[in-house]
């Protein structure tokens, strides 16, 4: 049986066509070149386009700006600082995820980077293959962490609600904020207001103002009389 030709003239009932979905649009950003190109080898390969590549943090926060991608892959260790970088995008531009790539995993970088506002900490070894799916995990919720890294955290995550646990046993009516106990805990190790803000991306005066809060909640007149609580248990 013939078939007739379609009319070149669509139908006004005609279904419009289904536009296929864009790819996944990526940032780039990391010092060493040779890094860069496996990264950008693997997310092509997986069908995703590289929206820029850069190689320090100003860069990064610049072109994440500019190119709105849907999720920034940055290296640590790039001039600038890259946790410094996550703190900034994340902070512009809450619906871009943030996953960092390290060369030498470190759980003091881990939390950084969490604290920073990433969503993922990677190794640079991270199987070819495995990136691309672990970018798309992010993309639907998930967070790009290696099994070992995630028990590290719900330890750490642990330990805190441990250590707070014995601070309300001794002051029944205290209810610090999360931001206050890393605060405190940072004063107990004997870091400065400087250093404290440094470690938890924030400003000095951030940092002074979550100090008096604390002394304040936990009715003690200076910073030795609050880490004494934490010493004495």
Not at 181 to 207: C, K, N, Y
Request: hydrophobic share 45%; charged share 25%; aromatic share 2%.
């Amino acid at each position: 049986m013939a078939v007739r030709p379609r009319s070149p003239h669509r139908s006004a009932t005609a279904p419009a066509a289904v536009p296929a979905s864009a790819p996944t649009r990526v940032l780039i950003a990391d010092a060493d070149v040779a890094t860069r190109a496996g990264v950008r080898q693997a997310l092509q390969r997986a069908g995703m386009v590289i929206c820029a590549e850069v190689d320090d943090a100003a860069a990064a926060v610049e072109m994440a700006r500019r190119e709105r991608p849907e999720i920034c892959l940055l290296g640590v260790q790039m001039p600038g600082n890259g946790i410094s970088a996550a703190a900034t995008i994340s902070f512009e531009l809450p619906q871009t995820p943030v996953v960092m790539l390290t060369a030498a995993p470190s759980d003091e970088e881990l939390f950084a980077a969490l604290r920073a506002g990433a969503v993922g900490y990677l190794q640079k070894e991270t199987d070819s293959t495995r990136l691309p799916h672990a970018l798309r995990g992010v993309l639907e919720g998930e967070a790009a962490l290696s099994r070992t890294l995630a028990a590290r955290v719900i330890a750490e995550f642990r330990e805190r609600a441990q250590r707070r646990q014995l601070v309300v046993a001794k002051r029944p009516s205290v209810d610090l904020t999360s931001r206050e106990w890393e605060v405190l805990e940072l004063m107990r190790q004997g870091l400065s207001t400087a250093e404290i803000g440094d470690r938890l991306f924030i400003s000095p005066v951030t940092v002074r103002t979550h100090i008096a809060s604390v002394l304040r909640k936990l009715d003690v007149p200076d910073r030795q009389s609050a880490i004494a609580l934490l010493e004495d248990r």
